[in-house]
């Protein structure tokens, strides 16, 4: 590190006396074990997504009575959607807490699942599946920052980071 670089230095906050057994938010740990519970267990249903489809493309073939290739748009359009919104997520995570967003990604990510075990025709399952990635986009930021104390700061830097590549893109 060179001097006059832009450094990111998250925010200090100052430290409370805590009672025993509560952790570095002031949660007792029975409580902070369900809430790493639930956070890994939807970022696993989220990559378990991400890839099963890859093993179920000649059912959806035949299922769908569609072409391979069109059965391969769904693995596209979750990608792509995950890729596009995974910023934007961050920022939205930011912006209005790392809980509701994680929260509104779930019920997105769910609602959005339940639309694709539902569709009849695969150009609706592929819009479904782009659908789905935003949802699953919304996780990963607002489950990394509020799982672990001090991870916010890193969240802001990236969003801070894509802001500025949308900003040069313009």
Do not use: K
Not at 29 to 49: E, K
Not at 57 to 77: E, M, Q, V
Not at 85 to 95: N, W
Request: charged share 15%; with cysteine; proline share 6%.
């Amino acid at each position: 590190m060179g001097g006059g670089e832009d450094r990111f230095v998250p925010d200090r906050v100052p430290s409370q006396p805590q009672a025993e057994g509560d952790g570095p938010r002031g949660l007792p740990r029975d409580r902070r074990v369900l809430i790493f519970i639930v956070i890994a267990c939807a970022l696993m249903m989220m990559s378990i997504d991400a890839t099963i489809v890859a093993t179920a493309l000649h059912a959806l073939a035949s299922d769908l009575d569609a072409p391979i290739n069109w059965t391969g748009w769904t693995i596209t359009a979750y990608w792509f959607g995950y890729v596009v919104m995974l910023p934007v997520s961050g920022r939205l995570a930011e912006r209005f807490g790392h809980r509701r967003v994680f929260i509104a990604s779930t019920l997105a990510f769910a609602l959005a699942s339940l639309a694709c075990a539902l569709a009849q025709h695969v150009a609706l399952l592929v819009f479904f599946r782009a659908l789905q990635a935003i949802g699953g986009a919304g996780l990963t930021p607002a489950a990394t920052a509020s799982s672990w104390p001090g991870s916010a700061p890193a969240a802001t830097a990236c969003s801070a980071c894509s802001a500025r590549c949308f900003r040069w893109a313009r």
